[in-house]
T-cell receptor, first 114, second 115 residues
């Protein structure tokens, strides 16, 4: 299994542009998550999904959108990029079992907005 | 507000010595507790978790963590540190209420193990 994969690894975006960060998992996990990691801070949850067709906001959803049309894919859309969205973005997935689960993370996308 | 605190930005230890990375939390109920490790330019890797039962949890790479309910702490430990343990360590909690599996992370602690 490849686990959780993310593309691109790096990207530079201009202010006001839009882009989609891709996330795919091949573990048949039902739950998926998007986090951002800023320097000196822990990860903050942006959006999450408990299954195909179901998404919900996390702690810092403003400026982002998600969709979950399949179990495998959970893309994150940035509309009208701002410098405050410069960050490292991590996608994670988990299999819900027994009331708790372990999240498995992708390698991350380092995004710079200039 | 629910939160996780890692009071030390950096922990320095000599190779072969025991190490402790501290974590305390402020979450209602009895949450699930996790430790993750992040190597440079990599994603987070799961180390161990506490769900219930024995307060001492054993995980990957010789790490263990001790849960203390009265002190709301979940400190990460290893009896003998290796240079290769040098990395960024995150404590995280998952509140049982809501049952969404969402993780609340601490700000991270950099572990530096010197030869």
């Amino acid at each position: 299994n490849a686990g959780v994969t993310q593309t691109p690894k790096f990207h530079i975006l201009k202010i006001g542009q839009s882009m989609t960060l891709q996330c795919t998992q091949d573990m048949n996990h039902n739950y998926m998550y998007w986090y951002r990691q800023d320097p000196g801070m822990g990860l903050k949850l942006i959006y999450y999904s408990v299954g195909a067709g179901i998404t919900d906001k996390g702690e810092v959803p403003n400026g982002y959108n998600v969709s979950r049309s399949t179990t495998e894919d959970f893309p994150l859309r940035l509309e009208l990029a701002a410098p405050s969205q410069t960050s490292v973005y991590f996608c994670a997935s988990s299999l819900r079992e027994g009331g708790t689960d372990t999240q498995y993370f992708g390698p991350g996308t380092r995004l710079t907005v200039l | 507000a629910q939160s996780v605190a890692q009071p030390e930005d950096q922990v320095n230890v000599a190779e072969g010595n025991p190490l402790t990375v501290k974590c305390t939390y402020s979450v209602s109920g009895n949450p699930y507790l996790f430790w993750y490790v992040q190597y440079p330019n990599r994603g987070l890797q799961f180390l161990l978790k506490y769900i219930t039962g024995d307060n001492l949890v054993k995980g990957s790479y010789g790490f263990e963590a001790e849960f203390n309910k009265s002190q709301t702490s979940f400190h990460l430990k290893k009896p003998s540190a290796l240079v290769s343990d040098s990395a960024l360590y995150f404590c995280a909690v998952s509140p049982k209420s809501g049952n969404t599996g969402k993780l609340i992370f601490g700000q991270g602690t950099t572990l530096q193990v010197k030869p």
